[in-house]
Structure formats: structure tokens, C-alpha cells
């Protein structure tokens, strides 16, 4: 079974940096696109940063020049490099990735999200 666990959340002032983790285990042939995204308390669901195997990346306005999203394929770990944060980004982080176990059929997989509250 595939699992995709993220770690690094927690709890920073404004203008405070998280690096967050998401790990990809399990039986797995390859990895497309991974990313991250967030949800706050009463909104939907958005995308913060997705990354692709060859490196091209696209990320939401909202957290532009300020988060970096980076991989590293040999450890099938996505990375988000969040920097300048603010009371907005407070949300559940999910890790998100698209892979295949046996290089035939691919599914979309989810971690089990991570908190970052940012205090003003």
C-alpha cells in the first residue's frame, strides 16, 4: 500500500519560515506531479504549489516569491519551503502526488495533512 506522510507543520509567528516534508512509501514504479495543498477552516481546498518529475513548477498567487516547492525523486520526497509567512496561510497542508505502482495504471494519492497556524 502507498502511503504519503507529511511532517514539519506547526506553529510560527508572522513573517516566521516552515519547511514541510511529504514522503512517498510503499510499493511504488514512478512519480508524476506532486504537490502541496491547503485548507482552512471553512473554505475549500486550494492548490499551493505542484511540481513536476523533470522540475517545472506552478504555484498559487497567493504564495508566490514567497514559498518554494522542491522534490527529490531518489527519496520520492516533495518538499515546500514556506518563508515571509502569514495569518492567511494558517490551513491544513496536504501532500498530493500522482504515481503508479507497477507502471501501468496511475491514481492521485493524499497524506493525512499537517497544521500550520501562523500568529499575528
Known amino acids: 500500500q502507498v502511503q504519503l506522510v507529511e511532517s514539519g507543520g506547526g506553529l510560527v509567528q508572522a513573517g516566521g519560515s516552515l519547511r514541510l516534508s511529504c514522503a512517498a512509501s510503499?510499493?511504488?514504479?514512478?512519480?508524476?506531479?506532486m504537490g502541496w495543498y491547503r485548507q482552512a477552516p471553512g473554505k475549500q481546498r486550494e492548490m499551493v504549489a505542484v511540481?513536476?518529475?523533470?522540475?517545472?513548477?506552478v504555484y498559487a498567487d497567493s504564495v508566490k516569491g514567497r514559498f518554494t516547492i522542491s522534490r527529490d525523486n531518489a527519496k520520492n520526497t516533495v518538499y515546500l519551503q514556506m518563508n515571509s509567512l502569514k495569518p492567511e496561510d494558517t490551513a491544513v497542508y496536504y501532500c498530493?502526488?500522482?504515481?503508479?505502482?507497477?507502471?501501468?495504471?496511475?491514481?492521485?494519492?493524499w497524506g493525512q495533512g499537517t497544521q500550520v497556524t501562523v500568529s499575528s
Open positions: 498530493n502526488a500522482d504515481l503508479t505502482q507497477y507502471g501501468r495504471t496511475w491514481y492521485n494519492y
Open positions: 511540481i513536476t518529475r523533470g522540475g517545472s513548477t
Open positions: 510503499g510499493t511504488i514504479f514512478s512519480i508524476n506531479t
